[in-house]
């Protein structure tokens, strides 16, 4: 009964289609006055036909579109997983008991990491089993029906089989990459043209896990220098809303931003520096980061040569063409939840002025400061999933390409695709860029007028109001800059806030929720595999 189905887990492709068909079911009754068969769509395939393999693949997806790597049901935006689940599920790859419903557990799933909504994945590693085009060995008949035979006769049969069978494999090797499915053009050609698959792994290791093999994670933030757009002729002590900041509005101080990811680098708590989820009841928010540093994007050519101009430059600013690209790398063997996002913000805190890289020290002496102060984390969108390293030759990826050029270069490749992709993001800006440039060169500055294009009190005085970059297109008005550790808005403890939630939920604490939902596990798991 339809009634009885639930609904929760169910791809939108297969509600749509759900609910087409009962509209066309619908509108045969009144003529039949009885419901007919739904009419026979794709004869199903039989899994029992098909040899499978359990392989790696390597994806990239661009983020802004999406609601995060994971599905989710009620969210109001696609997952990078649904659209994967459609694709392997067209392509006959996987063979779940219901297409339209999401669970990986049909297929020995794995994944290394769970980017969120808006963000984007360069190297994104999965694990899973799917259908192969090896053959299924030969099922040979018995030659002696007439009666039990010895044990003599089974062996010597036995021993025949396994010659036979070991004649035949040297007759006809099955080559695990020239005569097997090319994963990725397969699924390149039903996946959205923004996720992409890159590489597959036709033998990881034995007990190989996606998130419990990794060895490290590198992640990249984006952002231009100047972050925004910068007003002319300002004074550098009103240079930021009258907060007494000698970098000018719009711009960031590299070397000081460089100075204060250095402080991030080793061993160190980052309870100060994520989002907390009481759910999860963590209580071990240490991390290593391997490196930490503030890296130039060279050969980025969409320069604005107002920029150039004296009015316009800030002081001590390397030289032009502006606007420069640089980002923040990261690497480390796991993060937490928004842990680079929170890093990212204070960096951005930093680089306008507003404060010392000494802070990011500070934020992690949480025996000193074990309460998270209040500060905003930046923006999602430019922040990407770099690369997933595992140990070692763990896995030896067969890169699109590879097997066959065309793949890669030909008509319909995955650089051709990706070309597609990149023009029309290009086209936007090129068409953006060259406005801008045409707006910026109109017009004349007058003396004595509000140059810095800031918001004016009635008595004619500029505002005091900071703006304040977070990762996003422009700067945030914030008012009067408040310090971040002189903030009154601290959150409260870890331990306070995992007793708190633990209570709601009805257990006698945090303790007592942790033990009963064998919370901290799937560390023992990771040690496992870490061997």
């Given at each position: 009964m339809a009634g009885d189905v639930d609904y929760n887990n169910w791809t939108k492709t297969g509600l749509i289609q759900r609910l087409r068909d009962l509209e066309e079911e619908l509108k045969r009754r009144p003529a039949t006055q009885q419901a007919e068969k739904p009419p026979k769509g794709e004869r199903p395939m039989d899994p029992s036909r098909y040899s499978s393999r359990y392989i790696a693949l390597k994806l990239a997806y661009l983020g802004k579109n999406y609601g995060g790597f994971e599905y989710s049901a009620m969210s109001n935006q696609p997952s990078i997983e649904e659209e994967l689940w459609n694709a392997l599920t067209k392509a006959h790859l996987i063979f779940p008991e219901d297409e339209r419903v999401v669970q990986f557990e049909c297929c020995d799933y794995s994944k290394c990491g769970r980017t969120d909504r808006g963000v984007s994945a360069f190297g994104q590693v999965i694990g899973l089993r799917v259908r192969s085009s090896r053959p299924l060995p030969t099922k040979r008949v018995k030659r002696h029906q007439g009666g039990p035979s010895s044990t003599e006769q089974d062996a010597a049969e036995k021993e025949e089989d396994a010659a036979e069978e070991e004649e035949e494999a040297e007759t006809k090797p099955f080559d695990h990459v020239a005569d097997e499915l090319c994963y990725p053009r397969i699924l390149n050609r039903i996946l959205p043209s923004d996720i992409r698959i890159l590489a597959w792994c036709p033998s990881p290791p034995p007990g190989f896990s996606a998130r419990f093999s990794c060895r490290e994670r590198q992640y990249r933030y984006l952002f231009t220098q100047p972050a925004f757009a910068p007003g002319p002729l300002l004074p550098s002590s009103m240079s930021n809303g009258g907060s007494g900041s000698s970098v000018k509005t719009g711009w960031?101080?590299?070397?000081?931003?460089?100075?204060?990811?250095?402080?991030?680098?080793?061993?160190?708590?980052?309870?100060?520096?994520?989002?907390?989820?009481?759910?999860?009841?963590?209580?071990?928010?240490?991390?290593?980061?391997?490196?930490?540093?503030?890296?130039?994007?060279?050969?980025?050519?969409?320069?604005?040569?107002?920029?150039?101009?004296?009015?316009?430059?800030?002081?001590?600013?390397?030289?032009?063409?502006?606007?420069?690209?640089?980002?923040?790398?990261?690497?480390?063997?796991?993060?937490?939840?928004?842990?680079?996002?929170?890093?990212?913000?204070?960096?951005?805190?930093?680089?306008?002025?507003?404060?010392?890289?000494?802070?990011?020290?500070?934020?992690?002496?949480?025996?000193?400061?074990?309460?998270?102060?209040?500060?905003?984390?930046?923006?999602?969108?430019?922040?990407?999933?770099?690369?997933?390293?595992?140990?070692?030759?763990?896995?030896?990826?067969?890169?699109?390409?590879?097997?066959?050029?065309s793949n890669k270069f030909g008509q319909y490749g995955l650089v051709d695709g990706l070309w597609q992709v990149w023009r029309g993001h290009k086209m936007d800006e090129l068409l953006a860029n060259q406005l801008l440039r045409q707006v910026s060169q109109q017009g004349a500055l007058r003396p004595g007028s509000d140059q810095a294009g800031r918001s004016s009190q009635g008595n004619g005085k500029a505002s005091a109001s900071v703006r304040i970059f977070q990762g996003a297109d422009s700067g945030r008005l914030a008012g009067r800059y408040t310090q971040v550790m002189k903030s009154k808005d601290f959150a409260q403890s870890v331990e306070e806030q995992n007793e708190k939630y633990a209570k709601r939920k009805g257990y006698a604490g945090a303790a007592d929720m942790r033990t009963q939902r064998g919370i901290g596990r799937w560390k023992d798991e990771q040690k496992a595999a870490e061997g």
């Open positions: 960031l101080d590299i070397e000081a931003m460089r100075d204060a990811a250095k402080r991030f680098e080793g061993e160190h708590d980052f309870r100060n520096l994520c989002k907390l989820d009481p759910s999860k009841q963590i209580t071990d928010f240490t991390r290593y980061i391997f490196e930490s540093d503030i890296v130039e994007v060279e050969d980025v050519h969409s320069a604005l040569p107002y920029l150039e101009d004296a009015k316009f430059a800030a002081s001590g600013v390397n030289g032009g063409p502006h606007p420069k690209v640089y980002y923040f790398h990261v690497r480390g063997s796991a993060f937490l939840w928004h842990q680079i996002r929170h890093m990212v913000a204070i960096l951005f805190l930093v680089g306008q002025g507003l404060e010392a890289p000494t802070l990011v020290s500070e934020l992690l002496d949480v025996s000193k400061n074990p309460r998270k102060p209040g500060y905003a984390m930046a923006n999602e969108v430019p922040l990407v999933l770099w690369d997933c390293v595992f140990p070692g030759d763990a896995l030896e990826w067969v890169y699109v390409g590879d097997e066959c050029t």
